[in-house]
């Protein structure tokens, strides 16, 4: 089946605006978990849904981004008021389960430029 | 906390070559570990991975051997190709107290040449 998808593929936006990124995982994948690329930091793990369970937002670098799990299938990263050290590659993935050998599945990520 | 150190890059070898990628880890639990694989202009990929200690992962003529008394994981493969250029990513994955994210190493650049 289809892999896990991302939109948009690039976002530009000024300082202090508000962008929301979206996330398709995979069908039946219960688990989804948003990391971010960027070159002074690497790949950063941001939060991870896992089925109805309270997400883990140990990752989230302020309390200007959020994101949300409708329904147990797309979720939404926001970012508020964005700053310029916010310009990274987004990265979705998906598991099946939440088990440690479990492989997540990477989306194409979504490039964000904040000018 | 857990982290994961590789060698830096770039690599740059001839085709043909032999290729290692070192990468240690630190690890507060028993984790699994992965390398995942970006190739230009794509998305990350699942290379291989090992889920307990001595297993051997292997794809694409590529391996590594979950060694726990070294806490390492290098990458090898016998004979690269101009195709096996990218950038190789080192990760652990370990469930403490619900956490379940990886973490990983800041990538070695590979190029392969002619």
């Known amino acids: 089946g289809a892999g896990v998808s991302q939109s948009p593929s690039n976002k530009v936006t000024e300082k202090g605006k508000d962008v929301e990124l979206r996330c398709d995982p995979i069908s039946g994948h219960t688990a989804l978990y948003w990391y971010r690329q960027s070159l002074g930091q690497g790949l950063e793990f941001l939060i991870y849904?896992?089925?109805?369970?309270?997400?883990?937002k140990s990752g989230l670098p302020s309390d200007r981004f959020s994101a949300e799990r409708t329904g147990g299938s797309v979720s939404t990263l926001t970012i508020q008021r964005t700053q310029q050290e916010d310009s990274a590659v987004y990265l979705c993935a998906s598991s099946l389960n939440s088990g440690r050998s479990d492989t997540q599945y990477f989306g194409p990520g979504t490039r964000l430029t904040v000018l | 906390g857990n982290s994961v150190t590789q060698m830096e890059g770039p690599v740059t070898l001839s085709e043909e070559a032999f290729l290692t990628i070192n990468c240690t880890y630190t690890a507060t639990g028993y984790p699994s570990l992965f390398w995942y694989v970006q190739y230009p202009g794509e998305g990350l990929q699942l290379l291989l991975k090992a889920t307990k200690a001595d297993d051997k992962g292997s794809n694409k003529g590529f391996e590594a051997t979950y060694r726990k008394e070294t806490t390492s994981f290098h990458l090898e493969k016998g004979s690269v190709q101009v195709s096996d250029s990218a950038v190789y990513f080192c990760a652990l994955r370990e469930i403490t107290g619900g956490g379940n994210k990886l973490t990983f190493g800041t990538g070695t650049q590979l190029k392969v040449e002619l």
């Open positions: 849904f896992q089925g109805n369970s309270a997400p883990d």
